[in-house]
């Protein structure tokens, strides 16, 4: 089993910025990616940013030049700074994860969420 523990989020107003934080525990043998989704209101959850083991990123079109994802590999954890923060990107912000056990099995976890909210 891969805990998950996500910290960072709450209230920012507009122009502001936010650091969200996703640490990993448990029966890790490596981790293939780790990225962030979000799921607004009355919409589906949407890919915000992810880096797969060899340091490749990917981001969501709406969140390029604003958003950066990195990693701490020594402590599994990853993070997500959030500058120039929109009130469109309110959302609740789900950690993922895909963990291989030691047996050689992958898995995809997920967070248990953390609520960002940009507002004036």
């Known amino acids: 089993q891969v805990q998950l523990v996500e910290s960072g989020g709450g209230l920012v107003q507009p122009g502001g910025s936010l650091r969200l934080s996703c640490a990993a525990s448990g029966s890790i043998f490596s981790i293939n990616f780790m990225g962030w989704y979000r799921q607004a209101p009355g919409k589906q959850r949407e890919l915000v940013a992810v880096?797969?083991?060899?340091?490749?990123?990917n981001y969501a079109d709406s969140v390029k030049g604003r958003f950066t994802i990195s990693r701490d590999n020594a402590k599994n954890t990853v993070y997500l700074q959030m500058n120039s923060l929109k009130p469109e990107d309110t959302a609740v912000y789900y950690c993922t994860v895909e963990a291989v056990s030691r047996v050689g099995v992958p898995y995809n976890y997920w967070g248990q969420g953390t609520q960002v909210t940009v507002s004036s």
């Open positions: 880096m797969i083991s060899g340091g490749n990123t």
